[in-house]
């Protein structure tokens, strides 16, 4: 079935490298969500967009992180430089609306390992 | 503060016991609570939400506003519910605030 698709699904990369993940959300949804899960503990929200605009990043760290969704569609979620505690499963998730009858349909994950 | 709380990080029955996976929530708002489970190597999925009032695959959850929580229950376990379960709210700005979830293990 067409869900929600990440690249790559594993990275590895030492610390102060930079790295970058892919998203592509299911087909119409205008909603995207960037969440970071780190080892035992639930996904944390990083940034929203509503189509190609961001709707709330304010747990990104941004001094290191950014995101774009420039056409409304695809999104890339970069870290530079990474730090340890970058380790954790980046997932991507899309919805068809936001508000009441919002469900957020997840992507596999991207697991990043930073030495 | 908003928060979700999931107290249990592993919970262990035998198939046909009965489960039931604890969710307490902060909200100053009207909460809408969801909860997600993740088989092993699948992704993370809505399995129900306080809203609809179902129960799916078994499972069910009430809002109880009175003491905060969301707790999922079944009556009888099946080992093809041993999963990764995580309680989540949605806050005002559809953000998802989820708990740090609780593993559960059904054995034959």
């Known amino acids: 079935e067409a869900g929600v698709a990440q690249s790559p699904r594993y990275k590895i990369i030492e610390k102060r490298q930079s790295v970058a993940f892919w998203c592509n959300p299911i087909?119409?949804?205008?909603?995207l969500y960037w969440y970071q899960q780190i080892l035992g503990q639930g996904p944390k929200l990083l940034i929203q967009f509503q189509n190609n605009g961001v709707v709330d990043d304010s747990q990104l760290p941004k001094d290191r992180f950014s995101a774009e969704r420039l056409k409304g569609v695809d999104s890339t979620l970069k870290i530079q430089p990474a730090k340890l505690e970058d380790s954790a499963v980046y997932l991507c998730?899309?919805?068809?609306?936001?508000?009441?009858?919002?469900?957020?349909?997840f992507g596999p994950g991207t697991r990043l390992t930073v030495l | 503060a908003q928060r979700v709380t999931q107290p249990e990080k592993l919970l262990s029955v035998f198939k046909g016991a009965p489960v039931e996976l604890k969710c307490n929530y902060s909200?100053?708002?009207?909460?809408?609570l969801f909860w997600y489970v993740q088989y092993s190597r699948q992704r993370l999925q809505l399995l129900l939400r306080?809203?609809s009032r179902e129960s799916i695959k078994g499972f069910t959850a009430d809002l109880n506003k009175g003491e905060t929580s969301f707790h999922l229950k079944k009556p009888f376990a099946q080992e093809e519910d041993s999963a990764m379960y995580y309680c989540a709210l949605r806050d005002n700005t559809d953000k998802l605030i989820f708990g740090t979830g609780t593993r559960l293990q059904v054995f034959p």
């Open positions: 087909s119409g949804h205008a909603t």
């Open positions: 998730a899309s919805s068809l609306v936001r508000g009441l009858y919002n469900e957020q349909f």
């Open positions: 909200y100053s708002g009207s909460p809408e």
């Open positions: 306080h809203i």
